[in-house]
């Protein structure tokens, strides 16, 4: 099992930036890539972004250049860089864990952290 805590989500004015956090603990040694998606209400839950154990990112088309995911190996934890907010941003954002072999394969999720943009 992998255990994923997530922090850093908030309220946030339109333009703003907000940085998240996710924390990986247990069988790490299972995964070799981690994700976040968000959902909002009424929708379906969406990819974020992905990155792998080797440092290998993707992104949804309209996160590009406004998201930035990245990792810190010796601490197990990954992060989401959200700049330039725009209220359609706002959503719940979960962190997940899993396999990638150039698709991506969440095992795992955090309890997800609430990101709001006010106009």
């Known amino acids: 099992q992998v255990q994923l805590v997530e922090s850093g989500g908030g309220l946030v004015q339109a333009g703003g930036s907000l940085r998240l956090s996710c924390a990986a603990s247990?069988?790490?040694?299972?995964?070799?890539?981690m994700g976040w998606y968000r959902q909002a209400p009424g929708k379906q839950r969406e990819l974020v972004a992905t990155i792998t154990n080797g440092g290998t990112t993707r992104y949804a088309d309209s996160m590009q250049g406004r998201f930035t995911i990245s990792r810190d190996n010796a601490k197990n934890t990954v992060y989401l860089q959200m700049n330039s907010l725009k209220p359609e941003d706002t959503a719940v954002y979960f962190c997940?864990?899993?396999?990638?072999?150039?698709?991506?394969?969440?095992?795992?999720w955090g309890q997800g952290t609430q990101v709001t943009v006010s106009s």
């Open positions: 997940s864990a899993g396999y990638s072999s150039g698709r991506y394969y969440p095992g795992y």
């Open positions: 247990g069988s790490i040694f299972s995964i070799n890539a």
